[in-house]
């Protein structure tokens, strides 16, 4: 069966799932956690959470799950010492700097591949598995059919089966950050898409906020697809809302229906959407939370208290009472899985009238109340007229069952042992001069005007090289692989016959694209999508077969130059940064393909370009503003190269853009920005 995994935000919220029945939480510490903002729990909260849990044989994932930079590479490993030593079943990441920690410094120590990684082919599982990791956390994008087929690979994995959804895919979502330097890789998304932002010019709109998605009331196909793990979002929720999902779920694995209508009323979006589980992308995905949500929200919270307000009955036990004569009377209990404590009280008494009966030692025994067993019946061996309180029965049963917890906690500890390595301890010498220039153009007529002489690559769509002359570019095409798809052979037949025409290089967009290239004998250049934001993630990246690495743009341009670099390290340099990367287009849900205006519009009237991916079934939304950097690369000192990407310029702008990157010149352009170079993110 798989288990059913409650979100756990704060202590309160721990307490809520964990009376409702979980089978595994997740949750945060102080730093590193993708959900910076919620309550998290200190170091002493955390060995405590762990305890409580192993108790109940509830299993414990740490998220440390945001990108980390060089300066926290010290603190992170710090973070992960402290989840060894408490014994977490498990780290919840996204950077691969925790790979190498783990490798390195607890290879004993379960790590989960974050949704944040976008995994969500074949060839990304076992990447994933390759690396390390014992489970991946699939993207919630994916239809009931993938997720079958990738459960089958040999690695565990993990889906999400009820709270919000993102509009655009984890992992992959830079709007917070480009607008108010508030990550959402660094756990702190402001929700930007969940204000107006319209797909309609001068109406009020809200074209990037998804209702909150629900499978439970489909749990028998849920189950069929094999997931291991049933995760449920939710770390910035009340708890309230943890015990109705967890309770709710619990209902639907044991084949009951759940409160669907509660459910809603405990917190939703103008209801549930079970769109991209079914494979239906459209318009019922759409949906916010107003007013009459929230109300009806405060009137079903305190009804909701009942839920948690006794323990979950998590084992049945069973006693061995004995009082001889002479001797301190004793009680073990021991439960199903063979772990047992024993108590002793006081020298039993003689009675004075009628001796203590096996019916008076069990009705003491029955009453476990508050705790997490049931009464499993007990076996009494007791002597010729002799007495034992019921205060005294009561206080060994307390004292009993108080051991057994401890048994059992101990039983489930998971802590492995550290060794403080240095994980920074390699070759970063792979610095230039003077970067090369890389162009990614979306129309072969952008290089009409541009001596290509001068050009390191360039890079285009799989479409765009199936349509052009490979040998007329000779060594200089690089094929962006699409960053997300959902047919990945596809994608692997494209690339087998476009290496029969000469294709040698790859720009890799996700960790599947890495074992793509390897299999085929392609030279893979790693993407802005893989979120490197430090020197260990792009050396195991090279240890993968990169043979160079884009920085992600959220970096400062001092933290690039900071890098050490043990593979070769660009950036990118011009163009419209991508905001988000998303499988719902929110235009063609608003209006339909055919009055496309390839807009949308924020409150403020900024316009945000909207690309098609031309069938991979992903769009993608640019910034309204230009990044341009050509006058400040000095500030990128050190980097191998600088990417151009061309959306919709024309040959001569393109020419222009070029020739100012070559010769350092300002701008010529309105409405540019400097991206997140100089202000960066928090």
């Known amino acids: 069966m798989a288990e059913i995994l409650s979100p756990a935000g704060s202590p309160e919220a721990l307490r809520a799932a964990l009376r409702c029945g979980c089978d595994a939480v997740y949750l945060g510490g102080q730093s590193f956690s993708a959900r910076a903002n919620a309550a998290n729990f200190s170091d002493e909260e955390l060995a405590q959470a762990v305890e409580l849990c192993h108790i109940r044989g509830v299993k414990v994932y740490l998220a440390i799950n945001t990108l980390v930079f060089d300066s926290q590479l010290q603190q992170c490993k710090k973070a992960v010492e402290t989840a060894a030593r408490i014994g977490v079943d498990g780290l919840i990441t996204q950077d691969l700097c925790l790979v190498e920690i783990v490798r390195k410094c607890c290879p004993r120590m379960e790590i989960h591949a974050s949704t944040q990684m976008t995994v969500h082919t ?26 079958a087929s990738l459960s089958k690979l040999g690695t565990e994995t993990e889906i999400f089966v009820h709270g919000a959804l993102c509009m655009s895919v984890s992992g992959q979502c830079y709007m917070s950050a480009l607008i108010g330097s508030r990550s959402a890789n660094r756990g702190l998304c402001a929700q930007a898409c969940r204000l107006g932002i319209s797909a309609v010019k001068g109406e009020r709109r809200y074209d990037l906020s998804l209702k909150d998605m629900s499978v439970l009331d489909v749990m028998d196909t849920v189950l069929a697809t094999g997931a291991a793990s049933l995760k449920i979002e939710g770390r ?8 109705k999902a967890t309770h709710s779920a619990v209902m639907a694995c044991a084949g009951q229906d ?11 979006r103008s209801g549930f959407t079970k769109g991209y589980f079914e494979g239906k992308t459209g318009s019922e995905m759409f949906g916010r939370r107003d007013k009459e949500d929230a109300a009806v929200s405060a009137k079903a919270l305190p009804g909701i208290h009942e839920l948690y307000r006794s323990e979950f009955k998590r084992d049945r036990v069973r006693f061995a009472f004995t009082a001889r004569q002479g001797s301190k009377v004793q009680l073990t209990v021991t439960d199903t899985q063979g772990n047992s404590f024993t108590a002793r009280g006081d020298i039993p008494q003689t009675a004075q009238s009628r001796g203590l009966t096996a019916e008076q030692v069990e009705k003491q025994l029955i009453k476990l109340g508050d705790t997490i067993y049931e009464y499993g019946g007990c076996e009494c ?35 492995v042992p550290f060794e403080d390595v240095d994980i920074t301890d390699f070759e970063g010498s792979c610095e230039c001069e003077q970067p090369k220039i890389r162009i990614e153009i979306s129309s072969l007529k952008q290089l009409d005007k541009i001596d290509t002489n001068h050009i390191e690559f360039v890079i285009m769509p799989l479409e765009l090289c199936a349509n052009s002359d490979l040998a007329a570019l000779g060594e200089k095409i690089m094929a962006a692989l699409p960053r997300f798809t959902f047919d990945e052979q596809r994608v692997i037949d494209r690339l087998k016959a476009l290496k029969k025409r000469g294709l040698e290089h790859i720009l890799a967009t996700n960790i599947a694209h890495l074992k793509i290239g390897r299999e085929l004998e392609l030279t893979v ?44 390290l660009g950036y990118i340099g011009y163009g419209r940064l991508p905001m988000m990367l998303t499988v719902n287009c929110p235009i063609r849900q608003a209006v339909g393909c055919g009055k496309c205006t390839k807009t949308l519009y924020d409150p403020t009237g900024r316009e945000l370009p909207v690309r098609c991916s031309k ?17 400040k690369m ?36 309105e409405n540019i920005t400097r991206g997140l170079y100089y202000r960066g993110i928090i």
């Open 236 to 243: 910035m929720k009340r708890p309230e809302y943890v015990a």
């Open 615 to 631: 069938g991979e079934g992903y769009v993608e939304v640019l910034n309204s503003d230009v990044l341009f950097t050509a006058d």
């Open 525 to 568: 250049h790693g993407g802005f999508g893989l979120n490197v934001t430090n020197s260990v993630a792009a050396k195991l990246l090279g240890e993968m077969e990169a043979c160079d690495v884009t920085a992600s743009f959220e970096l400062k341009a001092a933290q690039i130059r900071a890098l050490k670099k043990p593979v070769p």
């Open 258 to 268: 759940p409160d669907m209508e509660g459910l809603a009323a405990v917190f939703s």
């Open 634 to 669: 000095s500030d990128f000192k050190g980097a191998a190269f600088v990417t151009l990407c061309f959306d919709e310029e024309t040959p001569q702008q393109a020419a222009d853009i070029v020739r100012a990157f070559r010769n350092g010149e300002k701008a010529q352009l």
């Open 381 to 415: 061996d007791i002597g010729d007229m002799l007495y034992v309180s019921p205060a005294q029965i009561n206080a060994l049963r307390r004292q009993a069952c108080g051991g057994l917890d401890s048994v059992r906690a101990g039983a489930n500890d998971r802590s």
């Open 122 to 147: 074949k060839n990304g599982v076992e990447q994933a598995k390759e690396l390390g990791f014992s489970r991946t956390v699939l993207s919630r994008e994916l239809p009931e059919g993938i997720i």
